[in-house]
């Protein structure tokens, strides 16, 4: 098997010959069709789906790209001639709305279920319902090419072979497409949710019904969060040799319950400002025992999963809660990093006026720069109709601020952790609290002022709608390389330490996805590298520079 050779020392990155053959053939797996009449364009979206069904399996297709639900499926007599009349059909069986159709109450913990396999070794909220979320799954890896390269050309080497992952991230089909990759490339996975409004219900049945032992569903509570992260930990004969984490609890979980794990634990993976911060108070206090790798602050997670997924996202999830317009709109947003500037670009662009509050002045001058005011959040309190947290910090809006806000004021974070708005502070007896509709909290002061509570101050993009699947391919791939390179990783090239992925690494999931827009790089002549210093393959930049 090829290896990530370390000959030329300890801090080193080679590629594999089978990534090097990867990056010199990557166009012939990532075009995306060009020409797409009326009639093909549901057989696209949906043909990797139908392909593995006979055609006495196949379920019936409506034209306008999605399929029927059971129960409707006896009214169809072949393909619906007009997008109305699906329409009419589909609105009359609303039982399609898989994550959030059931009735039953009943505690995932409480119900016995099996895969067709007869394995028990998951707890889901349906299993019943991983047709619908293998559908998902099928849809989304036609918007990660890179991923679903690397499963195409790494399988065979298999560089996760008796890598053992345990992972808590977010269950949506995007993170399933990751999953099954690394199962791919060798891996053995057990997963659990890191929001416990995230969980795509259908999505975890799917990889449950796939053999993955998943244990999440939509809405747990605390106790279930803690309960099923200790069931993908806590399993007699098997332990896991690496992490994959976002937000850090999964790694406190095991510090605090199971550290002697950590004797056999090759290295940690971590994505967000949560959880990377919560790493470098360990390292810092001589506790990180593993090597950690810091996937968040890599350029390829920074300038497009926190950047442009959140300028989208922020859009889609205060949308599908509030129905609000925004033009007009005065916004405060708390925090000017790459998710700030996101979600101030997305809302300034349809007319919101948009405040900023920063603690850097580095981050502060970019604001003005960019055309925003900066204020100190008691300056505008009373008068926003919007207020959005992106710090990554604690208690950012406290009561006193929810005690100040004008009527209607709806309120939101779009950082990892649920600390940012002082939520605990509003469970008090003179507050009445309303459910409007999911996610959508009415909190109500004595003398009838309400606030616009999303999501319980959780994970908004997330919580409350979904994310552009092609930003998260960027980071997944990240993700997966930061895994095969620290499994791969000899003895003694990192230590016990919190460390960026290498450069060349970064560079090359950029470059995976440059063929899904016909994108042509430029290349160096010999003359042109001598002059740079540069190799012509790369690293371009110094590992100081800021893109």
């Known amino acids: 098997m090829e290896k990530w050779d370390s000959s030329a020392g300890t801090s080193a990155f080679h590629m594999p010959e089978w990534m090097i053959q990867f990056a010199d053939q990557k166009q012939e797996f990532n075009k995306r069709p060009t020409k797409i009449g009326r009639r093909s364009l549901s057989r696209s979206i949906s043909q990797s789906s139908t392909d593995s069904y006979s055609s006495e399996e196949r379920p019936k297709q409506l034209s306008v790209g999605f399929s029927l639900p059971h129960s409707a499926q006896a009214h169809a007599k072949g393909t619906l001639s007009a997008p109305k009349e699906a329409m009419k059909l589909w609105l009359a069986h609303p039982a399609a709305s898989y994550t959030d159709s059931s009735d039953d109450e009943t505690s995932p913990r409480d ?54 992952i345990v992972g808590c991230t977010h269950i949506t089909a995007q993170t399933a497409v990751l999953m099954e990759t690394l199962g791919a490339l060798g891996a053995q996975c057990r997963w659990a949710a890191c929001n416990i409004y995230s969980t795509l219900n259908e999505v975890a049945a799917a990889l449950a019904e796939s053999g993955f032992p998943v244990f999440a569903w939509k809405g747990e509570s605390e106790d279930d969060f803690w309960w099923c992260i200790d069931r993908c930990v806590n399993v007699e004969g098997w332990q896991p040799n690496m992490i994959l984490d976002d937000g850090g609890d999964l790694t406190h979980w095991i510090y605090k319950k199971y550290p002697n794990m950590f004797k056999k634990i090759k290295g940690i993976v971590e994505e967000s400002v949560t959880g990377v911060h919560r790493l470098y108070q360990l390292s810092k206090a001589g506790k990180l025992c593993v090597p950690a790798m810091n996937v968040n602050d890599s350029v390829t997670k920074q300038k497009f999963d926190n950047l442009y997924c959140c300028r989208e996202s922020i859009l889609d999830g205060l949308k599908r809660t509030t129905d609000m317009m925004f033009g007009g709109k005065q916004v405060v947003v708390c925090g000017y990093g790459e998710v700030g500037k996101g979600c101030c670009a997305a809302l300034k662009a349809m007319g919101s006026i948009v405040y900023v509050t920063e603690i850097d002045p580095i981050c502060a001058l970019q604001a003005c720069m960019d055309g925003f005011r900066l204020v100190k959040l008691n300056e505008v309190i009373r008068q926003v109709d919007i207020v959005i947290t992106c710090t990554g910090n604690k208690n950012v809006v406290t009561r006193e601020h929810l005690d100040r806000m004008k009527n209607s004021c709806i309120v939101c974070n779009m950082g990892h952790s649920n600390t940012e708005i002082d939520v605990a502070s509003l469970r008090t007896p003179e507050l009445t609290w309303e459910r409007v509709r999911s996610q959508v909290d009415h909190v109500i002061w004595p003398d009838g002022k309400r606030i616009v509570l999303l999501a319980e101050g959780r994970l908004l993009n997330l919580s409350c709608s979904t994310v552009p699947t092609f930003v998260l391919s960027i980071t997944a791939t990240t993700q997966a390389l930061a895994l095969i ?56 930049k110094p590992n100081y520079y800021r893109y």
Do not use: W
């Open 485 to 540: 390179e620290l499994y791969n990783a000899p003895e003694g090239r990192y230590k016990q330490d919190v460390y960026l992925l290498p450069k060349k690494m970064d560079e090359y999931v950029a470059s995976l996805h440059l063929p899904t827009f016909d994108a042509h790089l430029t290349e160096l002549t010999d003359e042109q590298a001598k002059y740079l210093g540069l190799n012509k393959n790369g690293p371009f």
């Open 111 to 164: 119900k016995q279920q099996k895969n067709s396999k007869g394995s028990s070794d998951f707890c889901v909220k349906n299993i019943k319902q991983a047709e619908f979320g293998r559908r998902e799954i099928e849809i989304a890896e036609q918007e990660m090419p890179a991923l679903m390269a690397l499963r195409k050309r790494a399988q065979g080497e298999k560089p996760l072979a008796g890598a053992k």
